[in-house]
């Protein structure tokens, strides 16, 4: 994993997500302070804190499935506002992965893979199929793609779920937790098919506690807190040297045992 | 990159959303006005609101309370208010309240109905806050002093008023000293009940009640040795050697020896709201016990009692409730031996008790269902013989879960008694409301007894159902 | 293997009827078995007895009497010299057709009421909460009395309807005046609806003294065969998309194949609606409704719709916002999102208490003998019973009639249920 870190460096100067002084409330409650964040294509980042800090407010932000209400969020030179065709062509363009996997129980493997290639992109469903299987393949379960999702085990689900979104050819993946609702013989599957997903150049932000992940993957790690980015630092720095008080306390508490 | 290193220095603030984004403008813009459709949606709520409180608002601002007569109640309207006013005649209810509530059951005896219902409350206390002593001496003063207020306000003689306040009193003692002893009253409650409510001879009810104490002490002595069932058969048999045998001859020489009696209300003077309680509080009380058996029973490994149970549940939730009440006044007779004869208000209670438990028993079902395998196996690892893991470790769980659909059972019983009017009963709805609406004084009046009867269900069938919400969410955080 | 040792043969001792578990269960079931039949034999017994004192026994023969009594409503022709059992089967259609307007315009309702209780309006949400409470803590009965009641006393007579010359003069209303452009009459004896007519009907014929219509028959056929088309015609849409990707529109060719073909069969047949006139006293043309059937239909659809919303409210919150979010995050559209994803899930849930709903709407058709309106349970149930004095018969008969609607329709909601089982480990 070491030589890995060297091998993903970014390659591009080409911005990929552009969130400047937004603002976000819940009723009257402040969740997200001020934040501005730059993402370049190839990137990737993970994001931490403690809970109810508003990092996965955040990257739901990203792909409009919650409303900021002030500052300017610019995904692949599409500024979201409340016109649905950019929002379209964003969500399009951006995959996300949940905590809770939400794939569609109602639906087999194949076709929780195939109905957002069909339906959105209008791909014939032969190709969809293939496309389907493909990556079916590259997160190792090809041989579940009939089954229905409440035949397969928690690791198995979340990787359904990131081939699901590989589908639609995303250039950018959204992680929100996508390894806290997992057992832990699980977790090692799905942070592999996510390191791999790095390893080909995907731009990431992953929000997760997997520190390990953090330190071999990432470029750059945000530490939010009380809705607002505190420190953000590369990966060996924020580790070894972290500046904030808050960090401090943070990493101590999720390190020290 | 330069901007990879950033700390904050200084935490921000929280801020107010911007002036759009709060207030009432904000709430208005999300709740009512968010987009096309939600604005016509508002407006052409607000125009239904408005049409139905013009119609009916004038109606009744002009509300008659005191008159004869529906024709009486019309001048005084047209003459407060001018021709082609019309307004709410609440002058019948003032009139005819107590028929509604009671039925034709005799004036100076409306305090047993009004004693029972109080005693129905306080043996509802152990059952809703068993042992818990201040809750349930509240409880208890609080209907005490309703109780009180309502004597009064019915008129009743004096030497009965201080006889129900002065047992009530001692209810309060006793909840305050001992709560968990309530719980005996709850047991004696039933035949306490049927004495004040028909009257006659306290001694026959003591009598029964004395059945019942022999079946409990053969049941103890019993089971240890045979089981439970066995136990409870045995026990049965030697209560209805009682019963059939030894039991009238023992009351009667109790009646001459030492009279004391109530006057006998016959089963047909029985009826509005009266009527309803009755017969939905002994279904509810008798269904429970029954549904739970008749739960068990479908649960059970035992092929033939599995097949009885399913055949009794499917046959009872597939026929309408009338076809059953029609069934207690044509063919319960039938069945029984000859020369039978009881009154049909015990003949429909002892049909809706079987119909009522054939719904619980699915309920109850649907609980253990939800219980997970695992509270059986352990029940079984503990070395719990069957009867003893229902009763410390399924039936709690299960009862719990099933508390919504119990009392949506309830609910759906006691607005069903309105249909033991179709039998020839005397139920709020459709039979007082015909005697009143066929007086001629009262000819032609619809809105005011439906919507005063209406409204008195409502109360009813609301707060229970609130009540059991309360509940679920009660006993929801109990889990966490 | 041999660690399961068998008992010991032949050492079998009475005692273990009681104490062994292999034996246990069927002395018990033995037990209850003689119990049983002991029980059905009493009750056999006693109600040969009571049968005999009454010089009475059990025969169905009367079915085949003359009934003589009449029936306002009946959907197969029937007079009072026809049989009680013909009498039974205008009372049982009477009830199914109850029940089919009763479900059919709840459902409606109920589906309606269910998603505005969930709308982010807040006016029209509590609305549709206030209703829900107030209809279904209320008896049936009340509303089905009530809405006969007010049918029968606050609408005006038909004469009432009457324009004359001295109204026109003075320029007054008449007292009762007619509905949607004067072709929907409500008096106070009963609802005057336009009647359809056909100037060239294709005649009826009989099956087992049933008439059939053929223009009727004709014009189901055609229905079915433009939803078979439609069918087809989906089909073939999505065999495209699935080659190209593109799906073709659809909806205006499904529209004109669903009406296309029955508006012109209507056409050809000389449809045209015959309108309610007041004549005399009374209203003439049309077809007339009684009111027991009106208040009987509305009263069953606003308090059934209340449950049906409260299953279709449970259904929808059932289906985790989880659900949604990523079919948006995969860039589904809303409606998309609700027709793929939400709704296959949620009609899961909804279904199984909506089908037992519609079997409590044919159950509840009964309390319709309230306002005397004929259906089994007052043909069978009531006069029937009555004039032959069968209570045994006509009640067993009714109930099994009735239990056999309510397996029925349990039967189709356990094939449903089995077929959308979602599958799991």
Redo the contacts between chains.
């Keep these: 994993m070491a030589d890995a870190q060297t091998k993903m460096a970014v390659s591009s100067d080409e911005v990929a997500i552009q969130v400047s002084a937004m603002n976000k409330w819940y009723g009257t409650f402040h969740v997200l302070r001020d934040i501005n964040m730059t993402v370049m294509r190839g990137e990737r980042i993970v994001i931490c804190g403690p809970s109810g800090s508003g990092k996965s407010t955040l990257i739901r932000c990203v792909n409009r499935l919650e409303e900021h209400q002030q500052g300017q969020i610019i995904v692949d030179g599409t500024e979201l506002t409340s016109d649905l065709k950019n929002i379209d062509k964003v969500r399009s363009e951006v995959g996300m992965v949940f905590q809770h996997f939400n794939l569609f129980p109602h639906l087999t493997i194949l076709e929780n893979l195939t109905l957002a290639p069909i339906w959105v992109r209008k791909v014939p469903k032969k190709e969809a199929e293939e496309t389907a299987m493909y990556f079916l393949h590259k997160v190792k379960i090809p041989e579940q793609a009939l089954k229905y999702p409440g035949q397969l085990s928690g690791g198995q689900q979340q990787r359904v779920a990131i081939a699901r979104s590989l589908c639609m050819k995303p250039r950018i993946m959204l992680f929100d937790e996508p390894t806290s609702a997992l057992d832990p013989e699980m977790i090692k599957e799905v942070l592999d098919t996510m390191i791999q997903l790095a390893e080909d150049g995907m731009t990431m932000i992953c929000v997760t506690h997997e520190m390990g992940f953090a330190q071999a993957v990432a470029n750059r790690v945000i530490f939010m807190d009380q809705g607002q980015i505190v420190e953000q630092n590369a990966p060996k720095e924020f580790f070894s040297n972290p500046q904030s008080e808050r960090t401090k306390l943070f990493l101590s508490q999720i390190l020290g045992h | ?1 330069s ?6 220095s200084e ?2 603030a ?5 002036v759009t ?2 207030g009432i403008i904000k709430w208005l813009r ?3 006005f ?1 987009g096309w459709f ?1 604005s016509v ?2 407006i052409l ?2 125009l ?2 408005y049409s139905l409180i013009r119609g009916f608002l004038p109606w009744l601002q002009n509300s008659v309370w005191n008159a004869g007569s529906l024709r009486e109640c019309r001048d005084i309207v047209i003459a407060q208010s001018g021709e082609g006013a019309t307004g709410a005649c609440w002058a019948m209810v003032r009139v005819r309240w107590n028929q509604f509530i009671f039925g034709l059951y005799p004036v100076p005896e409306y305090w047993r109905p009004t004693t029972a219902m109080a005693l129905l409350l306080v043996s509802l206390a152990p059952v809703l806050y068993y042992g818990l002593r201040r809750p349930t001496t509240k409880m208890v003063g609080a209907v005490t002093i309703g109780l009180l207020v309502a004597l009064i306000g019915l008129g009743t003689d004096a030497l009965h008023i201080a006889a129900s306040v002065a047992v009530m009193l001692a209810l309060v003692a006793v909840a305050w000293l001992a709560p968990k002893k309530l719980v005996w009253l709850t047991l004696v409650f039933p035949l306490i009940s049927f004495f004040l409510l028909w009257g006659g001879s306290i001694w026959g009810p003591v009598g029964t009640l004395i059945g019942f104490a022999i079946w409990a002490g053969v049941f103890t002595a019993a089971q240890r040795s045979f ?1 439970v ?1 066995v136990g409870a058969a045995i026990g049965l048999l030697v209560a209805s050697l009682w019963w059939g045998f030894v039991q009238s001859v023992v009351t009667g020489a109790l009646q001459s020896a030492m009279p004391f009696e109530l006057l006998y209300v016959r089963s047909d003077d029985f009826g509005g709201f009266l009527l309803a309680f009755v017969i939905g509080i002994a279904a509810i009380a008798a269904s429970l016990p029954i549904g739970i058996l008749l739960a068990l029973g479908r649960q059970s ?5 599995r097949t ?1 149970c399913v055949g009794f549940i ?2 009872f ?7 059953v009440l ?2 207690a006044n ?2 319960l ?6 020369g039978t004869n009881f009154d049909l208000i015990l003949r429909v209670i002892i049909v809706v008790i079987i119909f009522a438990s054939a719904y619980i028993a699915e309920v109850v079902r649907g609980g253990l269902a939800a219980l997970p395998r695992g509270q059986y196996e352990a029940a079984d690892a503990l070395g719990l013989d069957y009867w003893q893991a229902q009763r410390l470790i399924i039936m709690p769980q299960a009862l719990k879960i099933s508390i919504p659909g119990i009392v949506s059972s309830f ?1 759906g019983l006691f ?2 008694t ?2 033991v ?2 039998v020839g009963l005397m139920d709020p ?2 039979g007082v ?1 015909k005697i009143v609406r066929s007086d001629t004084a009262w000819k ?1 009046i ?1 809105w005011e007894p ?1 919507i005063f ?2 409204a008195i ?2 109360v009813v ?2 707060s229970m ?1 609130r009540y059991s919400m309360y509940l679920e969410g009660k006993l929801k955080t109990d889990h966490r | 293997m041999t660690l399961a040792v068998d008992a010991p043969k032949g050492s079998f001792r009475i005692s273990q009827l009681i104490y062994d578990t292999r034996y246990r269960s069927y002395t018990i079931q033995f037990i209850v078995l003689l119990l049983f039949f002991a029980l059905l034999i009493w009750l056999a017994n006693n109600t040969i007895e009571n049968l005999a004192d009454r010089d009475k026994d059990i025969n169905f023969r009367f079915l085949f009497n003359r009934a003589g009594y009449d029936i306002g409503q009946q959907l197969i022709p029937y007079t009072n010299d026809d049989t009680h059992l013909r009498a039974l089967f205008v009372g049982l259609l009477n009830t199914l057709v109850v029940a089919f307007f009763a479900c059919i315009f709840a459902t409606l309702l109920g589906v309606t009421v269910g998603i505005l209780r969930l709308s982010k309006n807040w006016l029209v949400a509590r609305m549709m909460t206030v209703y829900v409470e107030v209809f279904r803590n209320v008896p049936l009965l009340l509303w089905i009395i009530l809405a006969f009641v007010i049918l029968g006393e606050t609408r005006p007579g038909p004469k009432e309807f009457k324009v004359t010359d001295e109204m026109i003069a003075a320029g007054t209303e008449p007292a009762g005046t007619m509905w949607f452009w004067n072709s929907v009459a409500v008096t106070n004896r009963g609802t005057d609806l336009p009647a359809p007519l056909l100037d060239r009907p294709l005649g009826v014929f009989e099956v087992a003294t049933v008439p059939i219509n053929l223009s009727v028959l004709v014009t189901i056929a055609v229905i079915i065969g433009s939803i078979l088309f439609n069918r087809a015609l989906l089909a073939r849409a999505k065999a495209v998309q699935e080659t190209t990707g593109d799906r073709p529109t659809t909806w205006w060719k499904s529209l004109l194949i669903l009406f296309g073909p029955v508006i012109a069969l209507l056409l050809a047949l000389g449809f045209h609606l015959e309108y309610p006139e007041l004549k005399g006293f009374n209203f003439q043309g049309g077809i007339a409704i009684a009111h027991s059937f009106t208040a009987l239909v509305l009263a069953l659809t606003i308090y059934s719709a209340t449950y049906i919303a409260e299953s279709v409210r449970a259904g929808i919150l059932a289906i985790g916002r989880g659900q949604s979010e990523a079919a948006f995050a995969l860039g589904l559209r809303p409606n998309r999102t609700m027709n793929l994803v939400i709704l296959p899930q949620a009609l899961r849930v909804i279904i199984p208490p909506m089908i037992s709903q519609y079997l409590n709407i044919t159950k509840n058709t009964t309390l319709g003998m309230a306002i005397s309106y004929l259906d089994l349970k007052g043909t069978l149930g009531g006069i029937t019973l009555n004039q032959t004095g069968r209570e045994l018969e006509c009640m067993l008969l009714m109930m099994m009639i009735y239990l056999t609607l309510s397996l029925m329709i349990s039967a189709v909601m356990n094939v449903y249920n089995r077929s959308v089982k979602l599958k799991e480990r």
């Design positions: 990159m901007e990879t290193s950033f700390v904050r935490m921000l929280q801020k107010l959303p911007p984004e709060r999300e709740n009512l968010s939600n949606l508002t709520a607000i239904a609101l089981g069932v490994d035992m092929l033939l009692i009885l499917e046959f939730r597939g026929v309408p409730l009338i076809t029609f069934s044509f063919l007779l039938y069945f029984l031996p000859r609910i607005k069903d309105t249909l009017a179709l709805l459709q409301t032609g619809y439906y009867v209406g269900f409502f069938c609301f159902s």
